[in-house]
């Protein structure tokens, strides 16, 4: 479950949420060094935005992605690609980072809402996976989403930020059948995940 790759507005540290952004000309040109690094999944499930697809391609060249319209990106409202400078002092803001980034943003989705979503997203995920006999899977989303499923795997809400991934950086797991989580066993950078895979077949990235 990687996270994708840079873009213009990650570099200059926004908010970037329902933004359909490309990525950078330098990511897309490091991600043609690294493709093949990844053993092909079986299935490929990737979030509709153009970053997602963009690094999906780059990291599995000509393998069909499966558009998973849950794994989207949470929804800024009136924060959308704004950054914290253009943030700071407003009082909506600060009450936002006072709830821990559960309260709705303005116009917006509310923390509660987007890792419920992306949970059942992932739920539906797996089972779709296991219904077309799928051993491995690989996923393409972004941070937010990433960290609303790892903090629902581990059943622990509060260990939500502990989960951030950096640009091209995911983890790998292991899940039972029913979809039901079996471990976390690594983070770490796409190299460190690419090592992992190469020694184990059945798994999901």
Not at 79 to 91: A, F
Request: one cysteine or more; a negative charge; proline letters at 3%.
């Amino acid at each position: 479950m990687l996270r994708h790759g840079r873009t213009q507005g990650n570099l200059e540290h926004r908010y970037v949420g329902r933004t359909d952004e490309k990525l950078t000309d330098r990511q897309k040109q490091e991600l043609k060094e690294l493709a093949g690094v990844f053993p092909a999944p079986d299935l490929l499930y990737v979030s509709p935005m153009r970053r997602c697809r963009q690094t999906a391609e780059g990291l599995f060249p000509g393998q069909e992605q499966i558009l998973w319209e849950a794994f989207r990106e949470t929804d800024f409202g009136e924060y959308e690609y704004l950054t914290y400078e253009d943030l700071n002092g407003r009082p909506a803001y600060q009450a936002w980072i006072d709830s821990g980034g559960l309260t709705a943003f303005p116009h917006g989705e509310s923390g509660e809402a987007f890792r419920r979503r992306c949970w059942q997203g992932f739920q539906s995920c797996m089972a779709d996976a296991s219904h077309r006999g799928a051993e491995s899977v690989g996923i393409v989303c972004h941070g937010g989403t990433i960290m609303s499923i790892c903090a629902a795997l581990t059943g622990d809400p509060a260990s939500f930020y502990h989960w951030q991934a950096a640009n091209l950086q995911g983890f790998r797991m292991e899940i039972t059948e029913n979809g039901t989580n079996r471990e976390i066993c690594l983070e770490g950078s796409i190299q460190k995940l690419a090592d992992t895979c190469k020694s184990k077949k059945n798994s999901v990235l």
